[in-house]
């Protein structure tokens, strides 16, 4: 099976042995053909073969899904569905009591816990996601949540 380079970069940076193994080479060539081209006539997207019309959309779906996923797995009970309504609830305190405070701020307080720090990049990355339908551009409840992480982790499996 043939692996997308967005999924591919996606596993690597999640951890993914065997993918970082094939992406670092993808990313040092596109990267060192983005800085010899002073003109900037080729965008480090299309380098990295990205598509270009739709990368930046994909890339913050990408960004917003590993966030939502890692802070999937900081939610402590007992099964997915029920981090899912877990996560949901903790994703609404957040939005309404705590994002308000942090949206000016580059990078998470320190301090912060591991699922604040993982919602607050969510939330970062889910601004430059288009609108879903209902005007959002996060996931908010159970069932989108959950549809995340399954989604998220069928396209890892499928591709490895």
């Given at each position: 099976?043939?692996?997308?380079?967005?999924?591919?970069?996606?596993?690597?940076?999640?951890?993914?042995?065997?993918?970082?193994?094939?992406?670092?080479?993808?990313?040092?060539?596109?990267l060192r053909g983005?800085?010899?081209?002073?003109?900037?006539?080729?965008?480090?997207?299309?380098?990295?073969?990205?598509?270009?019309?739709?990368?930046?959309?994909?890339?913050?779906?990408?960004?917003?899904?590993?966030?939502?996923?890692?802070?999937?797995?900081?939610?402590?009970?007992?099964?997915?569905?029920?981090?899912?309504?877990?996560?949901?609830?903790?994703?609404?305190?957040?939005?309404?009591?705590?994002?308000?405070?942090?949206?000016?701020?580059?990078?998470?307080?320190?301090?912060?816990?591991?699922?604040r720090e993982a919602?607050?990049?969510?939330?970062?990355?889910?601004?430059?996601?288009?609108?879903?339908?209902?005007?959002?551009?996060?996931?908010?409840?159970?069932?989108?949540?959950?549809?995340?992480?399954?989604?998220?982790?069928?396209?890892?499996?499928?591709?490895?």
């Open positions: 099976m043939q692996v997308n380079r967005a999924q591919l970069l996606a596993r690597a940076a999640a951890g993914d042995v065997e993918a970082v193994a094939v992406a670092v080479p993808i990313l040092l060539d596109a983005y800085f010899r081209d002073q003109a900037g006539d080729v965008p480090l997207e299309r380098r990295l073969g990205l598509p270009s019309a739709t990368a930046r959309t994909l890339a913050a779906n990408l960004r917003r899904n590993y966030w939502i996923v890692v802070a999937h797995g900081q939610i402590d009970a007992a099964g997915d569905w029920k981090k899912s309504e877990g996560l949901a609830l903790e994703l609404k305190r957040f939005e309404e009591i705590i994002w308000p405070s942090w949206r000016e701020l580059d990078a998470p307080p320190n301090g912060a816990s591991a699922l919602l607050f990049h969510a939330m970062r990355a889910a601004e430059s996601v288009p609108k879903l339908s209902g005007g959002s551009r996060m996931p908010r409840t159970a069932r989108g949540l959950h549809g995340v992480v399954k989604n998220f982790d069928d396209a890892i499996s499928q591709t490895g």
